[in-house]
């Protein structure tokens, strides 16, 4: 049935398709919120476990940043601790060889003072004298000095001994047993200065040897020890040698026997020069008082050169203990001191204990 609408229905059919159609709109709208509200929500936990992940992250920066270094462990703490100790020990031992050097230039100084003092006075007692003034004073009062200042030497020489002997057995740094071996050197060098002051006032005393032990004085030549027997030592203690330290030590050992003998040969022809100018025809008696004054003078004059015999000797014994020590490591020379101290002192314990012997009545 075809119905006309009037143009009032045709205006409310209008009306009624329109409300109609924008209801399904706002169904369709409603609709796809409520799908976009559903689909909405993994968003938030992707963003939270992002968070959580950074948040991750940075705990474990922190945490890496507060563990911070390493401790060491127990090997090298104790490694530490040693040298610790050990640049604290070479500082006393340095501060002690600083002391000591400036005691021994005090103790020399003052010696020379004595020794000037002791000229003096010997002048002006024996005004008048044989030879211009009476020696016998003077030299009295040097003897005395010497014989003190070595025993002090000697008790120094052994407190080295002892601190280098301490550094070899603890393997020391290279660096504190050079300073040790340094100062064993410049310890031998203060003997020689020592022996230079006794030698012009009273050679007789040094050549004799009374300051020696008796053991000592058996193998005493010129005024001290042989220089050669010092290269013995060191060749026979200061092992493994390398094949260029063994050229050097045998070329050294070879000039210095040479040297000896040449110091030898010319004091046992000082000592028949002077044999003979003693047993001469002039001091025959009754002789001529003139004569017997000259041939005093000559013998006076060739016995004036023992010291030059004593200074040489005490120069090689100086240069053969330094050119040692420069063929030498710092070790090895350590080594080569020790054994040559520890040969000396049983020199001296064997004339204790020969002096302390029982004897047969």
Known sequence: ??????PKGEMSLLSSTSSSSKRSLEQSIELANT???????????????????????????ASSEQEGPRTPDAKTLRRLAQNREAARKSRLRKKAYIQQLETSKVRLTQMEQ???????????????????????????????????EYGRWLEDHHRLMCDLRAAVQEHSPDVEL???????????????????????SDVFHLISGMWKTPAER??????????????????????????????AVCGLQQSVHETEEALSQGLEALYRSLSDTIISDALNCPSNMANYMGQMAVAINK???????????????QQT??????????????????????HFHRLRSLSSLWLARPRQE
């Not at 049935?1 to 009037?6: F, I, K, N, Q, R």
């Not at 689909?39 to 940075?58: C, D, F, H, L, Y």
């Open 114 to 148: 004595e020794l000037q003092r002791a000229r003096a006075q010997g002048l002006l007692v024996g005004g008048g004298g044989l030879f211009g003034g009476d020696q016998g004073l003077a030299g009295g009062n040097d003897v005395a000095m010497f014989d003190m």
């Open 1 to 6: 049935m075809h119905v006309v609408p009037t």
């Open 178 to 200: 050079r300073m040790l071996v340094d100062n064993c050197v410049a310890h031998y060098d203060a003997m020689t200065n020592l022996k230079s002051i006794i030698a012009r």
């Open 218 to 247: 058996c193998f005493m030549w010129i005024g001290g020890f042989r220089p050669s027997e010092i290269i013995k030592i060191a060749l026979r203690h200061t092992e493994p040698l390398t094949e260029q330290q063994i050229l």
């Open 321 to 342: 203990i330094h050119r040692l020590y420069q063929m030498l490591t710092t070790r090895q020379a350590a080594r080569c001191f020790l054994a040559t101290a520890e």
């Open 35 to 61: 799908r976009s509200d559903a689909a909405a929500p993994p968003e938030p936990q992707t963003e939270v476990k992002a968070v959580v992940k950074r948040e991750g992250n940075k705990k474990g920066t």
């Open 303 to 317: 016995l004036s050169t023992l010291e030059g015999f004593v200074r040489q000797a005490d120069n090689l014994r």
